[in-house]
């Protein structure tokens, strides 16, 4: 098993930036295929961007291209996403995710782990 740790969220005004940071325990996080997902007030988690688990290839969700980086750090077992430009509309709990056995992965259901989330708020 891997555990995932989140850290990085907060209270942000628009037009700001943040950096999440997904720490991973327990096994080599080059085993895994990773993602970031998100849940907003009274909506279901969507995905926001995937990493392969060699890092060579990104994946992002639509409103987030261009304003937010995937990137990982394998020899420090550590995730990371750059968000940039922030928006009201990217209000949520963030969430950190590992898939096993998997290249890359952007489905909820292909997710294995998942992290306690960490949350980000952009002011308007």
Known sequence: QVQLVESGGGLVQAGGSLRLSCA???RTLSRYAMGWFRQAPGKEREFVAAISRGGGSTAYEDSVKGRFTISRDNAKNT???QMNSLKPEDTAVYYCAAAQDRFKATR???????GQGTQVTVSS
């Open 108 to 114: 909820i259901g292909e997710y294995d782990y998942w």
């Open 79 to 81: 995730v990371f996403l």
């Open 24 to 26: 991973a325990s327990g």
